[in-house]
């Protein structure tokens, strides 16, 4: 009788640790889409910002203006999400271009961060200007660079360590949002 119920517990061990290997979730991370161009911004710090600094780090970037009352309040919420979970690691940053350069300047970016509280160390606020915005987000970010600012993307885009886009994701979708969150945690993983 003994033998029969170590063999039971034994059986019940293997199909746990079975299920447990077939749920697990597989994290599968894009292959690199384009490499993106240089640029050179100045940050809410007036650092020059250009596609260097993208190096070594993992990035999330998106693109924002200070007067948008649609969609920009809302992917700061996520973003500012993102940087506090991901707030102890040295290898992520955040970057979150301006898309309306002729009203955005460093002290409305300033003055914008401290009215929604989104001063953060590894968290970029570039002012941008008119003529390369558009350029950059059509050549570089492979997105419309269409009737801005009000007309900007709202994905949030991947970049890895190399400067590559490795994806987009709409933050509005909870799936998206978490595979982002894999992806993210995957490569600072493999850093």
Known sequence: MKRFNNRIIFSLLLVIVAIALISR????IPEPLYKLPYFSYTNQHSEIFTVNNLSNKISIIDFF???CEGPCPAMNRYMKYLAEKFSNNKNIQFVSFSVDPDIDSKEKIENYLNTSKLNYDNW???????TSISTLLENGFKLSGEGLPGMHSTKFILVDSNAFILGYYNPFLEEELDNLEDHISYLLDNI
């Open 65 to 67: 203006f200070t007067s």
């Open 25 to 28: 979730k597989q994290i599968i």
């Open 124 to 130: 970029h606020f570039l002012e941008t200007d008119t």
